[in-house]
């Protein structure tokens, strides 16, 4: 376990996101590494059919993700302010909630799916196929997310890395044994990513039972008590919300992006590809601040949690820069060795999404952190708020802007919201600072 509420919060922030950051992007590579592969040995209607399912099945692990760091909130909360036996009720309402809710959405996109998927024609059978044992996993990946952000929650960031580490290898050995050596198909990389997603759960749960035996509830802990449940039902599904109203969004928008042809579609699924690896730095420095500030908040520490936000602000800027320089430097060869191919319409047009995506870095940053932080400081409706403002962007980019500009039009969607967004929460922070919510919860 591991205490924010001390130390030089720059370090203490950046030492807590390393190994989040190192974690989301092996998790990252689960989709890379069935990618690469398939469009290897399948081909390149098989990577498109990869890619076009793809925002479905992050559309339900990503709600799943962000109700556990919801969930995670409180719990970050009770062991900041040294309320063990709360923590530990939390912890237990945590795990019924988290196994409840995602066998309830599993079989509902299931029944759901062959209704809310669109792909071109010609992709259609493979991408049914592929996604519908991806959803098979979903209880591996939400019990994995689970155990991880209750871990995260009371500092410990390193184990769900090392689970994913070993997981992710798993995975490509069993990708290139089942579509290269058995010749399953892309039916083979998704039997290969569901079964690693199942061993990090059970590594990262096994590691709780034997060696976080403090943060497991007593017996008369599971019952619950007045104002429990509802406490972990408003954080985690506001965290949850948040991600579901920005994946409908993308739904909507990769409905059009899938009108635009598989060339199209593969050049959009090679970009997101690398866009998701450059971004997870960013959005992971924002979940630490979740618990960073949930921490202190619990401590009663309002001019530490000022001084991080300030602090992840400068780190954020400081990776943007990074990663622009790459992107510029590198994209077009990775894109190409990524696809499989040189096709200058879907190279020309990863390239072209990736290199205006990464200028706009410089406001996502401050984006995730601010969000991230009002989420930790018990500010629950102005960052879901936000999100329904970049829904609203991809909604009316799906039907204005891409039918006139086309994939340009797909390009300039994101970072016209991320401006949006961040301009609504940095005036909801100075409007409202720390030190008001603590007065208000005292």
Same mark, same amino acid.
């Given at each position: 376990?591991?205490?924010?509420?001390?130390?030089?919060?720059?370090?203490?922030?950046?030492?807590?996101?390393?190994?989040?950051?190192?974690?989301?992007?092996?998790? =990252?590579?689960?989709?890379?590494?069935? $990618?690469?592969?398939?469009?290897?040995?399948?081909?390149?209607?098989?990577?498109?059919?990869?890619?076009?399912?793809?925002?479905?099945?992050?559309?339900?692990?990503?709600?799943?993700? $962000?109700?556990?760091?919801?969930?995670?909130?409180?719990?970050?909360?009770?062991?900041?302010?040294?309320?063990?036996?709360?923590?530990?009720?939390?912890?237990?309402?945590?795990?019924?909630?988290?196994? &409840?809710?995602?066998?309830?959405?599993?079989?509902?996109?299931?029944?759901?799916?062959?209704?809310?998927?669109?792909?071109?024609?010609?992709?259609?059978?493979? !991408?049914? !196929?592929?996604?519908?044992?991806?959803?098979?996993?979903?209880?591996?990946?939400?019990?994995?997310?689970?155990?991880?952000?209750?871990?995260?929650?009371?500092?410990?960031?390193?184990?769900?890395?090392?689970?994913?580490?070993?997981?992710?290898?798993?995975?490509?050995?069993?990708?290139?044994?089942?579509?290269?050596?058995?010749?399953?198909?892309?039916?083979?990389?998704?039997?290969?990513?569901?079964?690693?997603?199942?061993?990090?759960?059970?590594?990262?749960?096994?590691?709780?039972?034997?060696?976080?035996?403090?943060?497991?509830?007593?017996?008369?802990?599971?019952?619950?008590?007045?104002?429990?449940?509802?406490?972990?039902?408003?954080?985690?599904?506001?965290?949850?919300?948040?991600?579901?109203?920005?994946?409908?969004?993308?739904?909507?928008?990769?409905?059009?992006?899938?009108?635009?042809?598989?060339?199209?579609?593969?050049?959009?699924?090679?970009?997101?590809?690398?866009?998701?690896?450059?971004?997870?730095?960013?959005?992971?420095?924002?979940?630490?601040?979740?618990?960073?500030?949930?921490?202190?908040?619990?401590?009663?520490?309002?001019?530490?949690?000022?001084?991080?936000?300030?602090?992840?602000?400068?780190?954020?800027?400081?990776?943007?820069?990074?990663?622009?320089?790459?992107?510029?430097?590198?994209?077009?060869?990775?894109?190409?060795?990524?696809?499989?191919?040189?096709?200058?319409?879907?190279?020309?047009?990863?390239?072209?999404?990736?290199?205006?995506?990464?200028?706009?870095?410089?406001?996502?940053?401050?984006?995730?952190?601010?969000?991230?932080?009002?989420?930790?400081?018990?500010?629950?409706?102005?960052?879901?708020?936000?999100?329904?403002?970049?829904?609203?962007?991809?909604?009316?980019?799906?039907?204005?802007?891409?039918?006139?500009?086309?994939?340009?039009?797909? !390009?300039?969607?994101?970072?016209?919201?991320?401006?949006?967004?961040?301009?609504?929460?940095?005036?909801?922070?100075?409007?409202?600072?720390?030190? =008001?919510?603590?007065?208000?919860? &005292?």
């Amino acid at each position: 376990m591991k205490d924010l509420t001390k130390g030089y919060p720059a370090k203490v922030i950046i030492l807590f996101a390393i190994p989040m950051i190192f974690g989301s992007i092996f998790q =990252q590579l689960y989709n890379i590494a069935d $990618s690469k592969i398939v469009s290897t040995f399948v081909g390149t209607e098989a990577f498109a059919a990869v890619g076009a399912t793809s925002v479905v099945s992050n559309t339900l692990i990503g709600f799943l993700n $962000s109700l556990t760091l919801g969930f995670a909130i409180p719990i970050a909360n009770s062991f900041g302010g040294k309320d063990y036996k709360r923590m530990r009720r939390m912890v237990a309402g945590t795990v019924l909630l988290t196994l &409840a809710g995602a066998v309830v959405l599993t079989v509902l996109i299931l029944l759901l799916i062959p209704a809310i998927l669109a792909t071109p024609e010609d992709i259609m059978s493979p !991408a049914l !196929a592929y996604v519908r044992i991806i959803l098979y996993g979903i209880i591996f990946v939400s019990v994995y997310n689970m155990c991880a952000n209750v871990l995260r929650a009371v500092g410990d960031s390193r184990t769900p890395l090392y689970c994913l580490i070993i997981s992710v290898f798993v995975n490509i050995g069993l990708d290139l044994l089942f579509v290269n050596g058995f010749h399953m198909g892309i039916q083979g990389a998704a039997w290969a990513t569901i079964i690693s997603q199942a061993l990090s759960a059970v590594l990262c749960l096994g590691y709780i039972l034997l060696k976080f035996r403090d943060i497991i509830p007593e017996k008369d802990e599971w019952k619950p008590v007045e104002g429990q449940y509802s406490e972990l039902l408003t954080t985690g599904l506001a965290m949850g919300f948040m991600s579901l109203v920005v994946n409908f969004g993308t739904i909507v928008l990769q409905g059009a992006i899938n009108g635009l042809g598989t060339a199209i579609v593969a050049a959009h699924t090679a970009a997101r590809k690398v866009f998701d690896i450059f971004t997870v730095s960013l959005y992971c420095l924002g979940n630490a601040m979740t618990t960073f500030v949930s921490q202190n908040m619990g401590a009663g520490e309002p001019a530490r949690i000022r001084r991080g936000i300030r602090h992840a602000v400068v780190i954020a800027t400081g990776i943007t820069t990074v990663l622009v320089i790459i992107c510029f430097a590198f994209g077009r060869p990775v894109f190409t060795w990524l696809a499989s191919t040189d096709n200058p319409t879907i190279v020309d047009s990863a390239v072209m999404y990736s290199r205006i995506s990464i200028v706009f870095f410089y406001v996502l940053g401050p984006l995730f952190i601010l969000r991230c932080s009002l989420q930790g400081m018990g500010r629950k409706v102005i960052p879901v708020c936000s999100s329904v403002v970049e829904m609203t962007i991809k909604v009316l980019s799906a039907t204005i802007l891409v039918p006139r500009l086309a994939y340009f039009g797909v !390009a300039l969607t994101e970072p016209i919201s991320w401006v949006c967004m961040t301009i609504l929460l940095t005036v909801a922070y100075f409007a409202k600072p720390p030190e =008001q919510m603590l007065r208000k919860s &005292a």
